[in-house]
């Protein structure tokens, strides 16, 4: 996942907003409410762009655990008989990649 420019993200948000409004507006109280949720999503893709280059710049075979592991869904002990590591190796690397993240989401705030 790369950052779009944002004239993709502006034609993107054009297409999407009025039905996100929508959509959110049959959820809440007020239409406020509603454009603000709109305008949450749009920033939630920025922060998932910057995430994903994040994840992208861990270590091997970090990256590989970290990823089966929180978007596969993958069990910790399939994924360290998979790899040859005890169980406390995979608890390590993925501690590693959440501190990893973690501090790069930090800087970008």
Sequence with gaps: ???EPAS??????RKFRPPLIAFFSRRVAS??????????I???????SILWAAIQALPEPTQQIFILY???????QT???????????????????LVFLARRMERRT
């Design 42 to 48: 749009v920033s939630a893709r920025e922060s998932i």
């Design 8 to 13: 993709e993200l502006e034609r993107l948000t």
């Design 70 to 76: 929180r978007v596969e869904n993958i069990p910790k």
């Design 1 to 3: 996942m790369t950052a």
């Design 31 to 40: 239409l406020a409410e509603a454009e603000d949720m709109t305008q949450e």
């Design 79 to 97: 994924i360290a008989d998979n790899f040859g590591f005890h169980l406390r190796t995979v608890d390590k690397h993925i501690s590693r990649a």
